[in-house]
């Protein structure tokens, strides 16, 4: 985490986004925000301990990371079930000749291994906007279907980025492929983590940082946390109390670090 900045538990959403898919009514959801609004963060740091404590296993999967989804797919949830107590059974289940060349058979295949589990599989897919691009059409439908079709055994958050750069990409307006899901805006950061961070702070023993200025840099760096956390280092490092320097000194960083984003963006 940027600057050790320590991690702001959000227990309450993940205990909502567990309640919901426990009900049964939803078993797959769409959740989008900007970049760097902490989507990641929640769903390793948050999301995916409390679906385990809550029974159920967890696959996680970054989509933009890999040249075939498909197979990114399934292998998550095979490393879900392996961390199972039926992983013999993975262990025995014949690996099909076509594993290594179509990441669709290898998803259906994963899922009828998730199918046979006694606990439920909780499938996180991040930067799930790569989905909805032109080459990954035919594997975002059968996901979809596979998906309809185990909604009992497998319960899907897909996370992604929506933001002016890419709007259609992560398809609100036009995909049909995260309109079937239940499509959520993601709960950004707000005060509370303000003032979490400026509370650790005050333990530093550095120059005080008052929680209306930070405040005040928080909503400059548009609730990024990470660009937060950059700020507090930065201030703190001074240590002159000069807000507006270190504020400055953030948004010239977070600038230089806009790279274009990964293909799958
Ligand atoms: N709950 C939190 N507590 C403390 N810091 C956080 C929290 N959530 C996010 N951050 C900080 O914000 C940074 C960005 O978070 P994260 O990578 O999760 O965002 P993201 O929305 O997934 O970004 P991207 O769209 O680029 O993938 C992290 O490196 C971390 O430093
Ligand atoms: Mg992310």
Redesign the pocket.
């Known amino acids: 985490?940027?600057s050790g900045?320590?991690?702001?538990?959000?227990p309450a959403i993940a205990a909502q986004h567990i309640a919901t898919f426990r009900r049964g009514l939803i078993s797959s959801r769409v959740m989008f925000?900007r970049?760097?609004?902490?989507?990641?963060?929640?769903l390793l740091?948050d999301l995916a301990p409390a679906a385990q404590e809550a029974g159920y296993r967890v696959a996680y999967v970054d989509v933009s990371q890999s040249p075939d989804p498909g197979h990114a797919l399934a292998e998550a949830i095979r490393g879900a079930v392996k961390r199972s107590r039926m992983a013999w059974l993975t262990n025995r289940l014949p690996v099909p000749a076509a594993w290594r060349h179509d990441g669709k058979i290898a998803l259906t295949d994963a899922l009828l291994m998730a199918n046979r589990q006694s606990c439920p599989i909780l499938l996180l897919v991040d930067?799930a906007q790569t989905l909805s691009l032109p080459a990954h059409e035919n594997l975002a439908y059968a996901l979809r279907a596979l998906l309809d079709v185990r909604r009992n055994e497998v319960k899907a958050l897909f996370a992604g980025?929506a933001d002016k750069a890419q709007p259609r990409r992560f398809g609100l307006a036009g995909d049909p492929f995260f309109q079937w899901a239940y499509a959520e805006q993601f709960p950004v950061?707000g005060p509370e983590?303000v003032e979490f961070v400026v509370s650790s702070f005050k333990r530093s023993g550095s120059h005080p940082l008052p929680l209306e200025s930070a405040l005040h840099a928080f909503t400059h760096l548009h609730a990024?946390?990470?660009a937060f956390?950059h700020f507090v280092a930065c201030y703190m490092a001074r240590n002159d109390g000069d807000v507006e320097a270190a504020l400055t000194i953030t948004i010239r960083h977070e600038a230089a670090r806009a790279t274009p984003y990964r293909s799958g963006a």
């Open positions: 985490m940027e900045q320590r991690h702001f538990p959000r925000a970049r760097q609004m902490g989507k990641t963060t929640y740091q930067e980025t950061l983590f990024r946390p990470g956390g």
